[in-house]
């Protein structure tokens, strides 16, 4: 029988060894300060205003004075202080205008490199293979490649073009070479040349915007509308009941349903033609409601991929950075290997994805853009790197997450009504509200006392801190959550 501790999600706190007391920012704001009557503002609005007539706005919340944020609190342009428990959807990893950061550019090299811009695939500057090795192979989840992106969604479109560029060199045979026919029919977007190929992908996923992570998409409907998509199969994601230790024998059982289906849609596919090149899961899925599952889960879906033939894409893109405790949060998995493929973007200030050398392209421009990602992002990267060993971070996060957690438990066992489900690993939390309109109600509550937070799922409350948040932040939070709640009465 399957061991409860190898189907624990592993929430325990890691240990802090000496982590150095740190205060990020002596001129931090104290607490949250709201000087204007609404939020957004008068200025905010008027900019709104000027934004609307040249561009699509309609998600804005306010404007940011930049200059004037510090640490863990955004500043907005009517004098407004908020803590930031959302930082920038989740990618701004040490807060703003950290010293170390501002720093990078000072230096003329470092400035250089911003400056000129270089095509990377073709013209990288002499100081590239070793930044590489320096900055992200340091932090590579065990695998021996990286490729560099901009962007989360650019770097999930390229490497599944690496998922099945890799199942066809397979199915061609290695060392084959590219048939007339192939080449010819490729042209006019037709088999053998574009092979009816699929990829694997859950309900409730979210990996990005462009056209071919669009198919793998399936959090909210505005996202799709409109949009051809492929016929690609979707499997249901696992939906546990909390709290996970009181609900193990039904958790382990949504676990086996979602494998299975997993597995009867590998074998559909196959079966009309269309087989699945490679499997793409979050570690938790973010957008679609802060659902996890179990270390299980994911070593048996590995075990499937692997059975089936297809890449196992592991989408890092919220999750990687740190936030969870772990650099990479599937190293919460214990699998048998690494993916095969690593995609990551947001904190890491630079977008791409590691891989195995079985998912490298074997010919030029394959994978391919002008830049390939930004050399300056990369020594932001290298910068916050560097932070976050010299503060021991990721001691910090579990340490900082666990008092969170705790402060959000409690809220629960107190308003039951109102919250459920709190889960979750580091400072990378959530807790759903009982409907969705409370949790709307609950978010503006938080911004009007100066607290950011997001929403994510149907009814869901994230919060996506940087790491540098410390005690005294939760403490705040806690404090003014707590007041949003006895609001709701």
């Not at 204007?36 to 609005?45: D, F, R």
Request: charged letters at 25%; proline letters at 6%.
């Amino acid at each position: 029988m399957l061991q409860r501790c190898a189907y624990s999600l592993g929430h325990g706190v890691a240990k802090t060894g000496s982590r150095a007391a740190f205060s990020l920012m002596s001129n931090e704001p104290k607490e949250p300060k709201i000087s204007s009557s609404e939020i957004p503002g008068p200025k905010s609005k008027k900019l709104l205003a000027e934004l609307d007539a040249v561009t699509q706005s309609s998600a804005v919340q306010f404007f940011a004075d930049y200059d004037k944020s510090i640490g863990n609190y955004i500043a907005d342009v009517d004098g407004n202080y908020f803590l930031d428990i959302f930082m920038q959807i989740s990618s701004m990893p040490i807060g703003y205008n950290h010293p170390s950061m501002l720093n990078v550019f000072k230096d003329e090299r470092n400035l250089k490199a911003l400056v000129n811009r270089p095509a990377l695939g073709s013209f990288p500057g002499e100081y590239w293979p070793q930044k590489l090795r320096q900055v992200l192979m340091s932090v590579s989840p065990g695998l021996p490649n990286v490729m560099t992106m901009m962007c989360g969604s650019c770097s999930n479109e390229n490497a599944y073009k690496c998922l099945f560029m890799s199942y066809r060199r397979r199915q061609r045979g290695d060392d084959a070479a590219f048939t007339a026919e192939e080449m010819a029919s490729c042209m006019v977007n037709r088999p053998p040349g574009a092979p009816d190929l699929a990829l694997l992908s859950f309900q409730g996923a979210f990996h990005g915007r462009t056209m071919g992570t669009l198919s793998t998409t399936h959090s909210k409907a505005i996202h799709k509308l409109d949009v051809p998509a492929f016929d690609w199969p979707a499997a249901a994601f696992p939906k546990y009941k909390y709290p996970l230790e009181e609900n193990f024998r039904e958790n382990k059982a949504e676990d086996d349903k979602c494998l299975a289906h997993v597995e009867e849609l590998m074998q559909e596919f196959s079966k009309k033609g269309r087989p699945v090149a490679g499997i793409i899961v979050e570690p938790i899925q973010s957008e679609g409601g802060d659902n996890e599952a179990s270390p299980y889960f994911f070593q048996q879906l590995q075990r499937v991929a692997k059975a089936h033939g297809a890449g196992l894409l592991m989408d890092e893109v919220q999750t990687g950075g740190g936030p969870t405790g772990k650099m990479w949060c599937h190293e919460y998995f214990d699998l048998e290997s690494p993916p095969d493929i690593v995609t990551f973007s947001k904190r890491m200030l630079t977008g791409g994805f590691y891989h195995n050398l079985e998912q490298k392209p074997r010919e030029a421009y394959r994978i391919y853009n002008t830049w390939l990602g930004d050399p300056g992002k990369l020594l932001l990267l290298e910068a916050f790197l560097e932070v976050l060993k010299q503060q021991n971070l990721l001691d910090q996060v579990n340490s900082v997450g666990a008092k969170l957690k705790s402060g959000l438990h409690d809220f629960e066992r107190e308003r039951p009504e109102l919250l459920n489900s709190v889960r979750g690993r580091g400072t990378f939390l959530a807790v759903n509200a009982s409907t969705a309109e409370i949790r709307d109600k609950i978010i503006g509550g938080l911004k009007k006392k100066g607290i950011l937070a997001g929403g994510c799922g149907e009814q869901a409350i994230r919060f996506r801190p940087s790491l540098t948040l410390e005690e005294r932040h939760v403490e705040i939070f806690l404090d003014r959550f707590g007041q949003v709640l006895n609001d709701l009465k």
